[in-house]
């Protein structure tokens, strides 16, 4: 994106030396890969990381800091400085039920699970973030807050229980990286306004009496209620609100009937609601109920609508992400802040954003000699990314500590 503001500096934000903040990041570095590559080969899923935290508390208590990890054992903060005013720093912890399907050095030891989204690389960059702030000691004006978070990938999410336990008091700011495997490595992508979308659950459950499939007309097709479900709720839920609203209704999964010439007496349905606008996400579970019912009442089944909300839409402060705008230009140069796209995958990172003004900022991290997605066997990322997300997160913090 085109920015208004200056983009060549001799020194880094409010006073910081950037020269310094980049010799400190070229030191930690190196051994930030080999933490990363370290929690790549030993994956665990939400509320299961265990040894992710006590690696990560181990690096951190090796620079002389203090974290504290939660009493389930998964999950941990350190603070960094010394002031009263504090900002925040996210790095979440968990991976993936999936297989991981790749010939590097550190695959996945665990069958069956893998670091398909990068939570690897975002803890890595935060345990380098708390070393370099720790060397710059009394140049930062108050204290980074960086919390290790268990269990974003699950619904509902860790972010929510670590807010009730109070990671969030007394903050004036948080910020969160999200890596990005179609952005350029040595950039970041921005996003004033909403930027992740909400994801939520639903299961369906379809009764009726059963019967034969010769005889439909004297028991409850209950095949044909499911079809209609899955076909007519999606239209029916976006006939109902502003047709500048997005929302995504798709069914993943569908079991029931064990013959084929057998009516089932139960069909199950499982898929998800994904959507912008928070107002409508609050109402949405009842909207979901009650179409349901209003479809399959005239076929005469009945159904149990199991509807689990995930996270709300991420909603970006617009002071937060000209921090990182700035803190990106001294950081990365001319060129390498630039405009991101707003998604429907969700991110738990928005329960801290009920409470604390945030932004999640997206870290270029593209491979160079092939694409991949989040969420898939062969995701990976450029891992020169964790030197420029320590980098920009340094100079962001400080930025909103003077802010």
């Known amino acids: 994106m085109t920015s208004a503001r200056p983009t060549r500096y001799t020194v880094g934000l409010m006073g910081l030396d950037a020269s310094s903040v980049a010799e400190f990041t070229r030191a930690v570095a190196p051994s930030m890969v ?7 080969e030993y994956p665990e899923v939400g509320w299961a990381e265990h040894r992710t935290t006590r690696k990560i508390a181990e690096q951190l208590r090796a620079w002389d800091l203090q974290p504290v990890i939660r009493p389930a054992g998964t999950g941990a903060v350190v603070e960094v400085g010394r002031g009263e005013r504090v900002v925040g720093f996210r790095a979440d912890l968990d991976a993936l039920p999936i297989q991981e399907e790749s010939r590097a050095d550190y695959v996945s030891q665990h069958p069956g699970v893998m670091h398909a989204c990068g939570h690897d690389v975002h803890s890595a960059i935060a345990v380098g973030m708390a070393g370099v702030l720790a060397k ?65 659950r639903i299961v369906i459950r379809l009764q009726g009496p059963g019967g034969h499939t010769s005889r439909p007309h004297q028991t409850v097709d209950i095949a044909y209620a499911a079809g209609r479900v899955i076909t007519d709720l999606p239209g029916l839920l976006r006939h109902g609100v502003d047709p500048r609203e997005t929302i995504a209704v798709v069914f993943g999964r569908l079991h029931g009937g064990s013959a084929d010439n057998v009516i089932p007496t139960q069909i199950e349905l499982g898929g998800t609601v994904r959507l912008f606008n928070l107002d409508l996400w609050r109402m949405m579970p009842k909207l979901v109920e009650q179409h349901v019912h209003d479809l399959i009442a005239p076929l005469g089944a009945t159904a149990e609508v199991e509807y689990v909300q995930g996270s709300p839409p991420v909603v970006n402060n617009v002071g937060v992400v000209d921090a990182f705008e700035r803190a990106g230009h001294v950081a990365l140069g001319k060129g390498h802040v630039v405009e991101t796209h707003q998604s429907l995958g969700s991110e738990d990172f928005a329960w801290f954003l009920e409470s604390v003004p945030g932004a999640l900022i997206r870290l270029g991290a593209a491979l160079p000699d092939r694409s991949v997605d989040l969420h898939s066997a062969t995701f990976d990322v450029d891992e020169s990314c964790i030197e420029h997300g320590i980098r920009v997160g340094v100079h962001a913090m400080a930025e909103l500590l003077e802010a």
């Open 136 to 200: 710059l000691g009394e140049e930062m004006p108050g204290r980074v807050r960086i919390i290790f978070q268990p269990a974003e990938e699950q619904i509902p999410g860790g972010a929510a229980e670590l807010c009730s336990e109070g990671v969030t008091d007394d903050l004036s700011a948080i910020a969160a990286f999200h890596v990005d495997p179609s952005l350029a490595v040595g950039s970041i992508g921005i996003r004033h306004g909403g930027v992740t979308g909400a994801s939520d």
């Open 34 to 40: 080999a933490l990363r590559r370290a929690l790549h």
